[in-house]
């Protein structure tokens, strides 16, 4: 209600301005351009209150578009946070499948033995590439070796079938996953 009163006041005071300025203006050239002005003006005060109600409407929107580009944004950052958790969760999951495959592969290839692997390097997800940088194979025998003799000189023979026996497991791993011997390491666990 206060809109319209303020509306009807402002149509009053211009027509009556602008009576005054027609009533101070001589019969000339120039009386033309000054009605198009008063014209103009009073086009200006009759649309004030339209002008008005889209100005306020703008800065609502404006604050409406801002406050969806915050919450965007905040989404966005929760999102990115996700996707890292993601892809660390991923990087996990292909090493174990890795370290399986590598037990099996050993296992049907060595049934006497347990192997538990460990591989280390980097996942790029982006661009599909594994880079392994070390394999680590921990053995350990299933079997119960009784107490035997000992015999000096005879352990230089068990020292070439544990050589030979780590050589095999590199080969194996090496052919299978494509890495380099020198990055498989071999250990014995008691």
């Not at 809109?3 to 009386?31: G, H, P, Q, Y």
């Not at 409407?57 to 958790?85: C, G, P, R, W, Y």
Request: proline share 1%.
């Amino acid at each position: 209600m206060e809109l319209i009163k303020e509306w009807v006041i402002d149509i009053a005071f211009t027509l009556v301005f602008m009576t005054a300025i027609e009533m101070l203006i001589v019969n000339n050239s120039f009386k033309k351009y000054v009605k198009f002005v008063l014209g103009l003006v009073l086009i200006v005060v009759l649309l004030k209150p339209i002008l008005q109600l889209f100005g306020n409407s703008d800065a609502s929107f404006v604050n409406e578009i801002i406050n969806n580009q915050v919450k965007l944004e905040s989404s966005s950052n929760l999102d990115n946070s996700n996707i890292k958790n993601s892809n660390k969760e991923t990087k996990e999951k292909i090493i174990t499948n890795l370290q399986n495959n590598a037990n099996s592969i050993l296992k049907k290839k060595y049934k006497d033995i347990d192997f538990e692997s460990e591989f280390q390097g980097d996942i790029d997800l982006e661009k599909y590439n594994i880079e392994i940088k070390n394999v680590n194979i921990y053995i350990s025998s299933k079997k119960i070796k009784p107490i035997s003799k000992i015999k000096i000189g005879e352990d230089e023979d068990k020292e070439e079938a544990n050589i030979k026996e780590k050589d095999g497991i590199k080969d194996a791993i090496s052919e299978e996953f494509g890495v380099n011997k020198d990055k498989i390491k071999v250990f014995y666990k008691s």
